[in-house]
């Protein structure tokens, strides 16, 4: 399959979804045109590393102007479903393009109404704190000078691990003083259009309202790390918030009123969903900001088959070693 057959296939998609949504229409998203932004952005930006390899970045914006919060949540579960990563992979293997990571899609409101979408393929700058990797450019040349690995505000590493439900990851490293979990990624004021937060640990929208994912709500708890040490807070939960430890179980009130303060192996549960909680030692911790991309070890992959859902609204769940697993199928980066 060509990458222009990819690029179809992906036009087909989009159409197809937005005749189907009761809130897009084709003034909203145009087909063509993401298809276009894509293909024309990933070339603008494609750099050479190690071997002549070219790679293309993993951070994808995409800039809505003038929406509504409804249409920020449908283009959210869009751009994020399975379907159009699929396609997206797909059309990268086409053509060669490599990645440091798997990608990670941002839809970002914008003030100016009379504007269409537009996509933007970026590199963040070494400069920056962030959890993706960063690297150092010479666009004259058209190279990548150097990778570094992503950086942690805070001194202590944790890992949340999804035991069930429907998350974007199922693996997430906490390296941020706060980190908030919740269903979807943008939480809005239904009123104001005002974006209230961005959640860190985002399990996607379900259709079924008794899902596992439609227990945990959009402003559902954070994780804060304080005083050497990280507390679970309850920040807008409908279904209940707890916390299992050693056979025990400790409800947290559902006002943010204090946190609970969590401990290695602790059983998060959030409405119906579990999470286990990790606190990485200091070793590990080294290993992981200092992994250098190029030598990402398959060693301990789980055998778990992916499933590839087929609606829209199935949105894209993999962790970063299944998705590395998964790249490595499509001939990506090991």
Do not use: C
Not at 254 to 276: F, M, V
């Amino acid at each position: 399959m060509s990458s222009n057959t990819q690029l179809t296939a992906l036009q087909e998609f989009l159409s197809e979804t937005i005749k189907a949504n009761y809130y897009l229409s084709f003034d909203d998203l145009n087909p063509e045109q993401v298809t276009k932004q894509i293909a024309q952005q990933l070339v603008e930006n494609r750099f050479e590393w190690l071997d002549n390899t070219i790679y293309v970045p993993n951070l994808l914006t995409i800039s809505v102007p003038g929406s509504t919060p409804d249409k920020i949540e449908e283009l959210e579960v869009i751009f994020n479903s399975v379907v159009f990563m699929k396609y997206l992979y797909e059309y990268m293997t086409e053509l060669d393009y490599k990645l440091f990571d798997f990608v990670k899609i941002e839809v970002e409101p914008i003030a100016q109404p009379h504007q269409h979408i537009s996509l933007k393929f970026f590199w963040p700058s070494p400069e920056e704190i962030r959890e993706d990797f960063t690297v150092l450019l010479n666009k004259q040349e058209g190279k990548i000078l150097q990778v570094f690995a992503p950086k942690s505000e805070i001194p202590l590493l944790a890992r949340l691990t999804a035991l069930n439900g429907e998350p974007y990851r199922v693996d997430y490293i906490i390296t941020k003083q706060v980190t908030y979990l919740g269903r979807l990624r943008n939480v809005t004021d239904r009123e104001t259009s005002h974006m209230i937060r961005r959640n860190d640990f985002i399990f996607a929208r379900h259709l079924d309202p008794m899902s596992i994912n439609s227990s945990v709500s959009r402003l559902h708890a954070k994780i804060v790390y304080e005083d050497g040490k990280f507390a679970l807070y309850v920040t807008g939960s409908s279904n209940g918030t707890s916390i299992i430890r050693k056979g025990e179980t400790i409800d947290l009130p559902r006002a943010e009123i204090s946190g609970q303060d969590l401990e290695d192996k602790d059983l998060l549960t959030l409405g119906s969903a579990h999470l286990k909680f990790h606190l990485i030692s200091p070793e590990e911790a080294t290993t992981l900001v200092s992994m250098p991309p190029e030598k990402l070890d398959f060693d301990d992959i789980d055998n778990n088959q992916t499933k590839l859902p087929k609606g829209a609204d199935d949105t894209f769940s993999m962790s970063k070693q299944e998705m590395l697993k998964h790249l490595s199928s499509l001939d990506k980066i090991t």
